[in-house]
């Protein structure tokens, strides 16, 4: 390559890494997100906070560093200035143990309280199923960092860094798409009546208690009918008696 494309490949790199930092940030942070809002046990939400301080630290080191890799910043992609001031490559190893690392507490987190709740056999499969999907994001990262430590050795980084990049985007996918799985239950129910709740249980709540004739075992949505008041239906079945 010429040092014309060297410099635009570079550029391109620092683009990415960038914007890798800011979004595996946030789906990490959009998970924990999820947990709090799906979850109400305090050992839960305390391992939650928690999390949150770790990915808010890691969060902003990466991002940060990898803004200021180099001291100009042009220095990353222009090589004919001094890389003295620059963070040496090891650096993006020990970042990536704590990013694995944080990506198993993380999805290691519902699985106790899967166990505990009070749901059948079959949602408690779904869920299990669900969130140990989330351990494909573990194991893509490591499999990226084998090939980061490839990148940094190669001779040619150009050519071996693109398998790099590559996992990059498929563990990001990974991590948005398979936390949105849980949201699926209910279309998969509607899809598949029985796969995952038997046939007599849209007439009992989760817990298994008898419904209410009013009464609806998933939780209302926007979509749902708002709830009269007493007095109302009280007044309208006088009306339709009257009538």
Wanted: charged share 20%; hydrophobic share 50%.
């Amino acid at each position: 390559m010429s040092p014309e494309q060297q410099m635009v490949y570079y550029k391109m790199v620092y683009a990415v890494l960038i914007l890798f930092s800011v979004t595996v940030t946030m789906t990490k942070v959009s998970i924990l997100l999820l947990f709090l809002d799906v979850f109400s046990s305090t050992k839960v939400r305390r391992f939650a906070y928690v999390a949150f301080a770790g990915v808010g630290i890691h969060g902003t080191w990466i991002i940060f560093s990898n803004i200021f890799f180099c001291v100009p910043v042009r220095a990353f992609w222009d090589f004919t200035l001094s890389r003295d001031r620059c963070f040496d490559q090891f650096k993006w190893f020990i970042e990536m143990w704590a990013h694995i690392a944080l990506d198993f507490a993380i999805f290691v987190l519902p699985l106790p309280v899967v166990r505990s709740m009070t749901l059948q056999r079959r949602q408690k499969m779904w869920l299990y199923f669900v969130f140990s999907l989330g351990f494909m994001v573990c194991v893509v990262a490591c499999v990226r960092l084998y090939y980061m430590y490839h990148g940094v050795i190669s001779a040619d980084p150009t050519y071996d860094s693109m398998v790099l990049i590559v996992l990059c985007f498929i563990e990001l996918n990974l991590s948005i798409a398979i936390p949105c799985l849980i949201t699926l239950k209910p279309l998969v129910d509607r899809a598949l009546p029985g796969l995952l709740v038997r046939r007599d249980a849209s007439k009992r709540d989760i817990d298994g208690s008898p419904l209410r004739p009013d009464q609806s075992r998933y939780p209302p949505t926007i979509s749902s009918p708002r709830p009269r008041p007493p007095e109302q239906e009280d007044f309208e079945m006088e009306v339709r008696v009257g009538s």
